[in-house]
């Protein structure tokens, strides 16, 4: 059976995962849903009530996590891949990173995005700025060991904090001043052979997304 894939590339956590996808050059069945449209997927409902993107199907598992998903991919499908290392400690260093993901730097995305993106807010409290440079802060400082958060080659904790950075940086942007090492690990990440096909393009996407919805004060908040 082939792989397929619900995914939104407007959201972060579906373009980690075609991040991971296009590293490991796997066949698989891309299904792109409108995760904010009011339109619903039958057959995402049926697998997944919760429409809950992205959504990982393989013969008979389903998995609708984006960190999940990526690990699953590599430790099935790419074998010697340093992309989610097999020795533990490596691999509790990246797992690591992924849990700050997904308990700080994407929480405070979602705080910052979904007020504006569902509810048409269009001013973004200093707080939630201050939330995100907070997490710039410490994601720059855990870059110290190397090019990337596991030293000199990417793995899919680098791949998901990323399209997270990639986001926030549309409301905030990554100054090289303040945040050296996040600033060219982030340019590096964007060197990537895979990085416009799998996160560029839905970037642009969430880009004009939230101008559209901020307006006029769009120019204020990256000011």
């Known amino acids: 059976m082939v792989l397929k894939l619900f995914y939104d590339d407007v959201c972060a956590t579906s373009r980690a995962v075609l991040l991971t996808v296009r590293a490991l050059d796997l066949t698989i069945d891309l299904q792109e849903v409108n995760f904010f449209s009011k339109e619903q997927n039958p057959e995402l409902i049926k697998l997944n009530p919760l429409e809950r993107l992205p959504t990982l199907i393989d013969d008979e598992l389903i998995i609708s996590d984006g960190h999940a998903i990526s690990a699953y991919l590599v ?109 060219k690990w982030y340019q590096k990440c964007k060197g990537l052979p895979y990085y416009d096909k799998a996160n560029g393009i839905g970037l642009n996407k969430a880009d004009a997304l939230i101008e559209k919805k901020l307006g006029s004060a769009y120019c204020k908040i990256i000011s």
């Open 75 to 183: 430790a099935k499908y790419g074998s010697n891949s340093n992309l989610y290392p097999q020795e533990l400690d490596k691999r509790a260093i990246v797992d690591e990173k992924l849990h700050f993901n997904s308990n700080v730097l994407l929480p405070r995305l979602d705080n910052l995005l979904y007020p504006i993106i569902l509810f048409g807010v269009k001013e973004i409290p200093k707080e939630k700025l201050y939330a995100l440079k907070e997490g710039y802060q410490v994601l720059d400082k855990f870059l110290e060991g190397g090019q990337f958060l596991l030293g000199e080659t990417p793995t899919i904790a680098d791949f998901c904090c990323v399209s997270s950075i990639s986001t926030s940086s549309i409301m905030l942007p990554v100054s090289s001043e303040m945040y050296p090492r996040l600033f």
